[in-house]
């Protein structure tokens, strides 16, 4: 079967068993919600959003060792946010790998992605394993769900760990390598494709060493983003009036950041995030239903933000190019 029209499938069911989910909540409950946060909450939540957005960016800008400018890194990232939104796995890295490959030579393109999301990894699995440890000191009525998030919290923490050391030891050029065995007609392709693996690696994995500064760097410009992301969680909440202590929240945060991984794995995010949310607010003993709300609120500011995006790069796309020549000469 192919497997297109099996992606094309899940990602029908999955848009809807949303519809399904919403209906079954009500579409008045649901447009009464919606209403509570109001345009002028949905702006604030964009703003929060666009916090997150730009800190990113700027990550990525320390990456490319500033050889990109902050705009066409900000516009860049969210163009590979906008894939990751629609396509499994990490297609969006791939894409956002080959837009920085217009500004940079492909290798230097490859190996900033792979530092940024190295860092993103590891400043998402600290500010997750932080807001657990608050939740389970400050929050003793879920202190078993608070106990669930910090052991999920821990293990992907050593998973950024793993996969630092086999970065850094260079076996994924090496298992290349080894499995490289084409015919004549391919050989000349595989093994600069080989090679173009290889070095990316080798200067991802020795950029920390021979750049500790930048990496510190980029990781904090990573957690500061995680963190505004956590605030606009907390303003949707409130906007929402749910009127969830603190730690609950920083618990809902933990929770719904460790899931992201699960869902990563579906053929689509949109109403698969909002149905794992919904599960997450159950398994708390809150109200399901309010789960699902919270994500759709949270989907509508994501989805205009990235729209706005979308529309800004398209219009000012000689603004956030930079000169290729010069990148590609130098």
């Given at each position: 079967m192919n497997k297109r029209w099996i992606k094309g499938s899940v990602s029908l069911v999955a848009l809807a068993g949303l519809f399904w989910l919403l209906s079954r909540i009500g579409w008045d409950e649901v447009g009464l919600r919606l209403s509570q946060v109001g345009v002028a909450g949905f702006g604030l939540l964009c703003?929060?959003?666009?916090?997150?957005?730009a800190l990113d960016g700027?990550?990525?800008?320390?990456a490319a060792s500033g050889r990109l400018s902050f705009l066409a890194a900000l516009w860049i990232n969210q163009e590979g946010a906008a894939v990751n939104i629609l396509v499994p796995g990490e297609a969006g890295e791939v894409f956002k790998a080959s837009l920085?490959?217009?500004?940079?030579?492909?290798?230097?393109?490859?190996?900033?992605?792979?530092?940024?999301?190295?860092?993103?990894?590891l400043s998402k699995s600290l500010v997750i394993l932080g807001a657990a440890c608050m939740a389970f000191a400050f929050f003793p009525a879920e202190r078993d769900a608070?106990?669930?998030?910090?052991g999920l919290a821990a293990f992907n923490l050593s998973l950024y760990f793993a996969l630092n050391a086999v970065l850094k030891r260079r076996w994924i050029g090496r298992a290349l390598s080894a499995l490289n065995r084409p015919s004549?007609?391919?050989?000349?392709?595989?093994?600069?494709?080989?090679?173009?693996?290889?070095?990316a690696e080798e200067k991802a994995a020795t950029f920390s060493g021979r750049r500790p500064g930048d990496y510190a760097a980029i990781a904090a410009f990573q957690a500061g983003a995680r963190v505004a992301g956590f605030t606009t969680l907390w303003l949707a909440l409130r906007l929402l009036e749910y009127g969830y202590a603190f730690p609950l929240c920083l618990l809902i945060y933990a929770l719904t950041e460790l899931a992201t991984y699960a869902v990563a794995l579906l053929p689509t995010k949109i109403g698969t995030t909002e149905g794992s949310t919904y599960l997450i607010f159950e398994f708390l003993r809150l109200q399901g239903p309010l789960g699902a709300i919270l994500q759709v609120v949270l989907r509508i500011k994501q989805l205009a933000l990235v729209s706005f995006f979308l529309t800004s790069g398209l219009i000012f796309s000689q603004q956030l190019s930079c000169n290729h020549a010069t990148f590609r000469s130098s």
């Open positions: 703003l929060t959003g666009l916090i997150e957005a700027a990550a990525l800008h320390r920085l490959a217009r500004h940079l030579p492909s290798r230097e393109a490859t190996s900033a992605v792979v530092v940024w999301n190295m860092a993103f990894r608070a106990t669930w998030a910090l004549q007609s391919t050989q000349s392709r595989m093994m600069r494709f080989v090679g173009h693996i290889r070095d």
